[in-house]
């Protein structure tokens, strides 16, 4: 837990910092290779801000313009890498493939996603329960929605911290077993219901995401139709504890997954979700690199 700490104490200084106009170089002279293999908005910008903020220097690589498109060996291409920069953020599809290029790695290597976990967006989200709530120990939080890799990691979240999660998942978009399992062994108070209402019941902190992840949009009417009954909408809301919070990891379908008026409402926290992941990053990279 000590680690999660460091990270939250650290994202939360250099946030006081920056809004005070501090400048950080503690990055000077450093290069961040940032590995996207998915499109992205808040993870490309923030891992880049950060890095510039820091005073290193970010190097995005789309892996469809370097040897990896040509089978270049994931293990060769590690330890290239290793020889050029001073770290790397990789976000793409598989898990195995970061955990890979990690091994071969002799710098610092951060996943920024994958499609079983998304652990520096749970950092920041987690920075963010804390602002709100001062602790996130003795919360309960709601996942409402798909059983994703932000689902696996609030669950491994949850596991590591001993908050209570209740995830609310349609019968056939369950987080993977493993995982779950797992979890529950470390921590009971995580569960897992079909109904969204029993899971957002009195519930801290409510949690969605899309329904159709990156890759899945050829789904995206099945699922929806499996997934109309878990939007987190007023009458979700009206469930959970008065002063709940209401989270989402961006982006949003409006109308779908969450309503309008409530990502827009009062309850909504998804604009310092989204800001925070700056800081997070920063404390990542403050952490690992420095």
Known sequence: MSDYKLLFDRAAELKLRHKQGILDRSLLGKSI????DKPSTRTRISFEVAAIQLGGTPVFISSGDTQMARNEPIEDTARVLSRYLDGVAFRTFSQDLVEQF????????INALTDKYHPCQILSDL?????????YEGLKVAWIGDGNNMAHSWINAAAALGFTL???CPEAYVPDT??????VQKNASVSLTHDPKKAALGADVINTDVWASMGQEDEQAERQAVFETFQVNKDLLAVAAEDAIVMHCLPAHRGEEITEEVLEGPRSVVWDQAENKLHMHKAILDVLLK
């Not at 493993?178 to 979890?183: G, K, P, R, V």
């Open 33 to 36: 290779g940032l590995i996207f």
């Open 102 to 109: 990690a091994a071969f790695a002799d710098i610092p290597v």
């Open 127 to 135: 920075m963010t329960v804390i602002e709100y709530k001062g602790s």
């Open 166 to 168: 209740t995830l609310a």
């Open 178 to 183: 493993e995982i779950f399992d797992a979890a």
